[in-house]
């Protein structure tokens, strides 16, 4: 059975800091550019950040350049977000998920290019 699962969400004071992984099972990510998104409620889900496959190149959207990072980690069939600095509009549901072409590109925050999807973490940036 094909599956993501994301873990590390949770309630965190403002500028504090969070690490998201995202761990697959019944395939294996070697092959996949991995992305994350976020959905707040009543919005629609956004690109957070994406990491390619072959050299490990990565985008993220403008909003969080400078305080997330994606990584992955092959060997474990797993990707990352580290954020840090967090503000509370960015209170969200946060989703992985994977692009078979394996490349990110310039179109990486589109949502139909990824083939499977994480159920999501929520994540609450609140005092």
């Known amino acids: 059975q094909v599956q993501l699962v994301e873990s590390g969400g949770g309630l965190v004071q403002p500028g504090g800091s969070l690490r998201l992984s995202c761990v697959s099972s019944?395939?294996?990510?070697?092959?996949?550019?991995i992305g994350w998104f976020r959905q707040a409620p009543g919005k629609e889900r956004e690109g957070v950040a994406c990491?390619?496959?072959?050299?490990?190149?990565?985008y993220y959207a403008d909003s969080v350049k400078g305080r997330f990072t994606i990584s992955r980690d092959n060997a474990k069939n797993t990707g990352y977000l580290q954020m840090n600095s967090l503000q509370p509009e960015e209170t969200a549901v946060y989703y992985c998920?994977?692009?078979?072409?394996?490349?990110?590109?310039?179109?990486?925050?589109?949502?139909?290019?990824?083939?499977?999807w994480g159920q999501g973490t929520q994540v609450t940036v609140s005092s």
């Open positions: 019944g395939f294996t990510t070697d092959y996949y550019a």
């Open positions: 998920a994977t692009d078979y072409h394996g490349r990110c590109g310039e179109s990486w925050f589109l949502l139909d290019r990824y083939d499977y």
């Open positions: 990491i390619s496959r072959s050299d490990g190149s990565t």
